[in-house]
T-cell receptor
Framework: DARVTQTPRHKVTEMGQEVTMRCQPI?????VFWYRQTMMQGLELLAY????????DSGMPKDRFSAEMPDATLATLKIQPSEPRDSAVYFC??????????????FGPGTRLTVL | AQSVAQPEDQVNVAEGNPLTVKCTYS??????LFWYVQYPNRGLQFLLK??????LVKGSYGFEAEFNKSQTSFHLKKPSALVSDSALYFC????????????FGSGTRLSIRP
């Protein structure tokens, strides 16, 4: 059955290293979201795309984070350089937005990032 | 600006008893309202949504939610709780007229004791 996939599932890295997280949205979905979840901040929207175009990335630290959709089957979230405060679970979600966008989002399993 | 509040960090219920998880929202126009559930080490799963129509919405796993426009609430309910319902529940809201940006609440941890 169709589902959002994310790689890697776990990543441990050292401060200063580049981290790339990948997401494959559900085929046919036209909207992709990146979220970050921590105990302290809860679930935060980092960025989202519709039809591969970035619509809002105001939740993302611009100096070190970047999000792209090179094609309709791949979304990436990069952190360079990474910092310990970036440690969190990063979720990708996709959805099919029609009209005013009333449809639900389907979440991937997440990437658990630990920056030492 | 739109916002959503879940006033309870934790809700504890005995198995077999009814449960309610509270959610209130604020939008400038008509809202789209959602409930999601998160089990340990998993992503969020959609439970139900309110778009328009009947104020009582039925969703997955026997859950339902009641839209109350005057109280700007969208509380999640279930008549008889199961231990397997124990999880983290998120309410979310989006304005009818905006792009597809959804605002999630802070989450409520539901614990069902046997």
């Amino acid at each position: 059955d169709a589902r959002v996939t994310q790689t890697p599932r776990h990543k441990v890295t050292e401060m200063g290293q580049e981290v790339t997280m990948r997401c494959q949205p559900i085929l046919g979905h036209n909207t992709v979201f990146w979220y970050r979840q921590t105990m302290m901040q809860g679930l935060e929207l980092l960025a989202y795309f519709r039809n591969r175009a970035p619509l809002d990335d105001s939740g993302m630290p611009k100096d070190r984070f970047s999000a792209e959709m090179p094609d309709a089957t791949l979304a990436t979230l990069k952190i360079q350089p990474s910092e310990p405060r970036d440690s969190a679970v990063y979720f990708c979600a996709s959805g099919l937005t029609r009209g005013q966008g009333s449809d639900e989002q389907f979440f991937g399993p997440g990437t658990r990032l630990t920056v030492l | 600006a739109q916002s959503v509040a879940q006033p309870e960090d934790q809700v504890n219920v005995a198995e077999g008893n009814p449960l309610t998880v509270k959610c209130t929202y604020s939008v400038s126009g008509n809202p789209y309202l959602f409930w999601y559930v998160q089990y340990p080490n998993r992503g969020l799963q959609f439970l139900l949504k309110y778009i328009t129509g009947d104020n009582l919405v039925k969703g997955s796993y026997g859950f339902e939610a009641e839209f109350n426009k005057s109280q700007t609430s969208f509380h999640l309910k279930k008549p008889s709780a199961l231990v397997s319902d124990s999880a983290l529940y998120f309410c979310a809201v989006r304005e009818y007229s905006s792009a597809s940006k959804i605002i999630f609440g802070s989450g409520t941890r539901l614990s069902i004791r046997p």
